[in-house]
């Protein structure tokens, strides 16, 4: 059970990217060099407050560049990235302000947890950076982030390698809270879990939506938790959108070659589904 947060109010915005396009250089063998690699291609999307949205396609797709563009950082050759119609992207917003609008949370929480610092100061990093409270009520605030993640406040004053992995995501996210953002970017939260890990931390992340009202951008490959865990679905191919809809619509229903591709590629642990699936599909002699 996860403590109540009730004390912020629900603050999910509205995130529209607009004709997102980065390439990067090709890289070069013996006297020859490769032309640039266009790694997005005019991507544009919304995403409604409070919606979860999940950002498909398999490896080398660009979804994961999208989601390092729309978090600043990776800086996009051309488009522009809006929260509630202001872009992000602009220099004149600061660093401290865009914190406070978006975070990230990544695939390993290993790489992303300083191992010199206890789980308490990673949590209180962000308030203290920022100043949002006085330092004599920060401690109450991080246990209370902490709760609310699944994390016992005697865990507090431990190191990350004394977590497992899903304790280390709960720690990421109490972390990427604690500045009370209204985006979350979630990239591929859940991957480098087992199964039974990856449920919980999907049911906590979604307790966290309902009680904060925040908005997803979830980046991921595994098309069974996206499934169940957006609204909405944004299917990439080739740094290029060639499908979006609602979960059910796209999953029911696809519409593009590709789509069924990775529908198709998934497997399900039902051969008479599978096969019924295959044989509904084929094409008539």
Not at 165 to 187: C, F, N
Not at 193 to 199: E, M
Not at 242 to 263: N, Q, W
Request: hydrophobic fraction near 40%.
């Amino acid at each position: 059970m996860t403590a109540s947060v009730s004390h912020v109010e629900p603050r999910g915005a509205r995130l529209e990217v607009r004709n997102l396009t980065k390439t990067f250089p090709g890289g070069s063998t013996g006297l020859f060099t490769k032309n640039r690699v266009v790694a997005v291609n005019n991507v544009t999307f919304t995403v409604e407050p409070g919606q979860s949205t999940g950002l498909i396609g398999e490896s080398g797709s660009g979804k994961t560049t999208v989601a390092r563009m729309i978090t600043r950082l990776v800086t996009p050759d051309s488009g522009q990235v809006l929260v509630d119609g202001r872009d992000v992207l602009a220099r004149s917003l600061g660093a401290s302000e865009f914190a406070r609008l978006i975070q990230i949370v990544f695939q390993d929480p290993t790489s992303s947890l300083n191992p010199r610092w206890k789980v308490g100061d990673l949590i209180a990093e962000g308030i203290r950076v920022h100043k949002l409270m006085p330092e004599s009520e920060v401690p109450q605030r991080v246990a209370q982030l902490a709760e609310s993640c699944g994390i016992a406040r005697v865990a507090l004053e431990r190191f990350p390698h004394e977590f497992s992995g899903g304790q280390r995501q709960r720690i990421a996210i109490a972390r990427a809270l604690a500045v009370e953002p209204r985006i979350l970017v979630l990239d591929e939260p859940v991957s480098a879990l087992d199964v039974s890990v990856q449920a919980q931390i999907l049911v906590l992340l979604k307790e966290l939506q309902k009680k904060l009202g925040l908005t997803y951008l979830m980046i991921a490959h595994d098309l069974a938790v996206v499934e169940r865990f957006c609204d909405r679905i944004i299917v990439m191919r080739h740094g290029e959108v060639v499908e979006t809809g609602d979960a059910h619509s796209i999953y029911a229903h696809p519409r593009h070659p590709y789509t069924r591709e990775l529908i198709e590629a998934h497997p399900i642990p039902d051969p008479r589904v599978r096969s019924l699936r295959v044989r509904d599909e084929d094409p008539v002699a």
